[in-house]
């Protein structure tokens, strides 16, 4: 399949619309999202310590995912989102590869990471990836970045 190439974007490529029709013809509307709070600036993963990272595979891009200050959390926490990975790339450790590199750069400035996820196939995933269940109002999985 190839070697997957993960890169620090500090725009979104043209190559997101394809991914944000897949996602949501998957039922997932968080590209949808990602698009439109970057075009009116609302988030653009660029606040200290946040990032935007973009999977690559033969320069074709199959991943997203970002990382940034956790809103509901008091301080030391930052989130994932918007993590999505190709269905036609699922099963290649494109998605391992995307979160290990958000959650290292997130030891960058930060003590935690969590993210919330609602279907089972990402809570196993990011159990695999390593992150623990957790019961908060806001987070379904957590990770202390100082075991890591």
Request: a neutral charge; charged letters at 20%; hydrophobic letters at 45%.
């Amino acid at each position: 399949m190839g070697q997957v190439d993960i890169q620090l974007i500090t725009h979104l490529p043209a190559q997101i619309l394809p991914l944000e029709e897949e996602a949501v013809r998957e039922g997932f509307r968080f590209l949808t999202r990602l698009i439109d709070e970057w075009k009116s600036g609302a988030n653009r993963f660029n606040a200290p310590g946040e990032c935007l990272l973009a999977a690559y595979l033969n320069q074709q891009l199959v991943g997203i995912g970002g990382l940034s200050v956790d809103p509901y959390a008091e301080k030391n926490m930052a989130r994932l989102r918007r993590v999505y990975v190709s269905a036609s790339s699922r099963g290649h450790h494109v998605g391992r590869t995307l979160v290990t590199a958000l959650v290292a750069h997130a030891a960058l400035c930060f003590q935690n990471v969590c993210l919330f996820t609602d279907t089972a196939a990402g809570d196993a995933f990011y159990l695999k990836c390593g992150f623990m269940r957790t019961d908060h109002e806001h987070a379904t999985h957590v990770m202390c970045l100082s075991n890591i």
